[in-house]
């Protein structure tokens, strides 16, 4: 084969013009590609790739007699070094060139080619026409070798694009394979997202069409016409509130957050109490909140509010009458060091399994689904906690026994600007260690 024309270089360039392949021991320059019989036609089986077909650095010159770097060693060293997995591959299945990238996506695995690779890479040299797909690498056992478990694939999904080249009677399919794991879960989160949306947006609007049905057949009765009215209105309340927390949570997890200013903890803890003051009252629930602190943060007040009045109404919901919700403040010293001011949101109802507390803050969970719409739920407000927690550099934590309670703990960085002084652990009774329950988060979410 002859050698392709060399790239124009200036003379006082860095690269040598000149190809030159390694006098390597034992190994041939060419590509390495096993004899097979040409009249047996294309192999339907897969065959074993030889050892010479990865691409390793001994394979040619890097650098000329002068210390020059040459284009061949400039071109290995990219393809070794490449995040795109590459393979080449004949029509007799023999992959005679693959770099390293190529078996961490699982193109090339156990000296083999993979089935869905070869199956686009025959198409292409079949119709000469490039060809795009997607596959699942095969998962691996050595995971399982080392510890026993299976191991989880790092790589779930790569995007590949197949193109032929070509050179006297020489024709090669080359694979290029890039990780499009983060892609496809995004897609998968979306469709269950949009999923989960409309499964929940269907049943108001049911019931809001089934409602207005009975509304016009009793229009000659004032009390059903305002029975069914007040239902309506309660059904549109509801998927209004379900609308307005999807745009806000869409907004949270896109990292949009208004500048963050100075935020009294004990003014957020009293607005919380005011906000849910009428629910508690109609549920028949004391609310209560310990002495003030006099600690700030920084943040969006409105965000701040809104997720410590989720945990507040979410506590009224799932307690009984004649029960207590209490809130309360203190400092805390993260792992990282940093200072946290954790409010603590307890109450004394049904509580959460363990199976269920590490799902209590997904979109659309809801621990007791027929109390959830007795009380008018969305699934969402402990979502939306999560992300503001998140959009602050804090943490939101979970303790809860089924029968006893459940308390959150909101935990947003304190404010330590020059005009207010570090608390010293040692003699401030706010940064004293928390008893075992209620205010001690048993679980932190970041």
Not at 48 to 65: C, K, Q, S, Y
Not at 327 to 351: E, K, L
Request: charged letters at 25%; hydrophobic letters at 40%; one cysteine or more.
């Amino acid at each position: 084969m002859s050698s392709p024309a060399a790239l124009p270089v200036p003379e006082t360039g860095p690269f040598s013009t000149d190809i030159v392949m390694a006098p390597t021991s034992g190994a041939s320059t060419s590509l390495p590609v096993p004899e097979h019989d040409a009249a047996a036609g294309p192999a339907r089986k897969p065959r074993a790739v030889a050892t010479t077909a990865e691409l390793r650095a001994g394979d040619v010159a890097v650098t000329t007699d002068d210390g020059r770097m040459t284009k061949a060693g400039l071109l290995s060293l990219i393809i070794r070094n490449s995040e795109t997995g590459v393979a080449v591959v004949d029509r007799f299945r023999d992959v005679v060139l693959y770099n390293e990238r190529a078996t961490e996506l699982g193109m090339v695995r156990d000296h083999l080619l993979a089935d869905a690779v070869w199956d686009a890479a025959k198409e292409v040299l079949d119709t000469e026409a490039e060809t795009r797909f997607e596959f699942s690498p095969e998962p691996t056992a050595l995971g399982f070798m080392s510890t026993g478990r299976a191991a989880a694939p790092s790589v779930e999904s790569v995007r590949c694009l197949v193109r032929l080249v070509a050179h006297d009677d020489e024709r090669y399919a080359v694979v290029y394979g890039s990780d499009d794991t983060e892609h496809s879960r995004v897609e998968a989160t979306r469709r269950d997202f949009v999923a989960n949306v409309s499964h929940e947006l269907k049943t108001p609007v049911g019931a809001i069409g089934l409602l207005t049905e009975a509304l016009l057949e009793s229009s000659d009765d004032q009390q059903s016409v305002e029975y069914f009215g007040h239902r309506v209105l309660t059904e549109a309340d509801r998927m209004g509130k379900m609308v307005n927390e999807l745009i806000a949570l869409s907004r949270l997890q896109g990292g949009e957050t208004a500048v963050f200013e100075t935020v009294e903890i004990d003014e957020l803890i009293s607005g919380a109490i005011d906000t849910a003051t009428v629910s508690a009252e109609a549920a028949g629930i004391t609310l209560q909140m310990d002495t003030p602190s006099g600690l700030v943060v920084r943040g969006d007040r409105v965000l701040l509010m809104t997720a410590l009045s989720n945990l507040v109404v979410n506590a009224i919901a799932y307690s009984p009458a004649k029960t207590t919700v209490s809130i309360s403040r203190r400092v805390t010293v993260a792992d990282d060091g940093r200072h946290m001011v954790a409010m603590a949101v307890t109450d004394r109802g049904i509580g959460i399994a363990a199976d269920d507390q590490e799902r209590v803050f997904e979109r659309f969970f809801r621990v007791d689904k027929a109390r959830s719409r007795l009380t008018g739920g969305t699934g969402l407000g402990l979502a939306i906690v999560k992300h503001v927690a998140a959009n602050h550099g804090g943490s939101i934590g979970l303790w809860s026994k089924p029968g006893t309670g459940s308390t959150f703990t909101l935990c947003i960085p304190r404010d330590l600007t020059p005009e207010i002084e570090p608390a010293d652990s040692d003699s401030d009774p706010l940064t004293a260690p928390a008893s075992d329950r209620p205010n001690q988060p048993k679980e932190s979410i970041r």
